[in-house]
């Protein structure tokens, strides 16, 4: 069973910091692009950030100069340093990557998300 575990969320104050991980497990064949994205109450989900097997990364507007997103390859790992925190990047965050795994005993391209990890910034 091929799962996305987030884990790192939390209460932080405006202008703290938070540190998201989000560690890909089971019968992984290869993973290409890892991405964090982030819905609050009553909108849709957005893209927060993304990052490609070599590295090269991609911002949404919202997170410019204060979040990084980066990988650990040899671990199946994403993770998003967040910082500079405000109110309104409070919502919940999800881990998504494109992996091809075994299933069935034969190599699939698949699309997974994580569970969700809770952001609240507020003082």
């Known amino acids: 069973q091929v799962q996305l575990v987030e884990s790192g969320g939390g209460l932080v104050q405006p202008g703290g910091s938070l540190l998201l991980s989000c560690a890909a497990s089971g019968t992984i064949f290869s993973i290409s692009d890892m991405g964090w994205y982030r819905q609050a109450p009553g909108e849709q989900r957005q893209l927060v950030a993304r990052?490609?097997?070599?590295?090269?990364?991609n911002y949404a507007d919202s997170g410019k100069g204060r979040f990084t997103i980066s990988r650990d390859n040899a671990k199946n790992t994403v993770y998003l340093q967040m910082n500079s925190l405000k109110p309104e990047d409070t919502a919940v965050y999800y881990c998504?990557?494109?992996?091809?795994?075994?299933?069935?005993?034969?190599?699939?391209?698949?699309?997974?998300w994580g569970q969700g990890t809770q952001v609240t910034v507020s003082s």
């Open positions: 998504n990557a494109d992996m091809v795994v075994v299933l069935r005993g034969r190599l699939s391209k698949e699309d997974y």
């Open positions: 990052i490609t097997e070599r590295g090269i990364t």
